[in-house]
Nanobody
Framework: QVQLVESGGGLVQPGGSLRVSCAAS????????MAWYRQAPGKQRELVAD???????NYVDSVKGRFTISRDNAKNTVYLQMNSLKPEDTAVYYCNAHVLPDYSDRSIEVWGQGTLVTVSS
């Protein structure tokens, strides 16, 4: 019973900043890569950023220089710091992780339920 719970979404003005968090809970042996996706109204879900267990990061071009993904392994938490937000960043942001549960010898993919980020004046 591994779950991901996002928090930190809300309304922010263009140019503002917001940090969303995602905490994994359950009986977990190890968490591999973690990622943030987003889905804007009427659009497909896209990968925004990901981070490996070793700390290597990747970003979609549209957020490079503005967003930073990080993780706190002790807290089983991944963060997405979003700066210089634009209206086009408005979306539901979903946390994703590949997790090895204690009860399994194979990793599973887990999704959070999403947190809404609205960038508007």
């Amino acid at each position: 019973q591994v779950q991901l719970v996002e928090s930190g979404g809300g309304l922010v003005q263009p140019g503002g900043s917001l940090r969303v968090s995602c905490a994994a809970s359950g009986i977990i042996f190890s968490i591999y890569d973690m990622a943030w996706y987003r889905q804007a109204p009427g659009k497909q879900r896209e990968l925004v950023a990901d981070i490996t267990s070793g700390g290597s990061t990747n970003y979609v071009d549209s957020v490079k220089g503005r967003f930073t993904i990080s993780r706190d392994n002790a807290k089983n938490t991944v963060y997405l710091q979003m700066n210089s937000l634009k209206p086009e960043d408005t979306a539901v942001y979903y946390c994703n992780a590949h997790v090895l549960p204690d009860y399994s010898d194979r990793s599973i993919e887990v999704w959070g339920q999403g947190t809404l980020v609205t960038v508007s004046s």
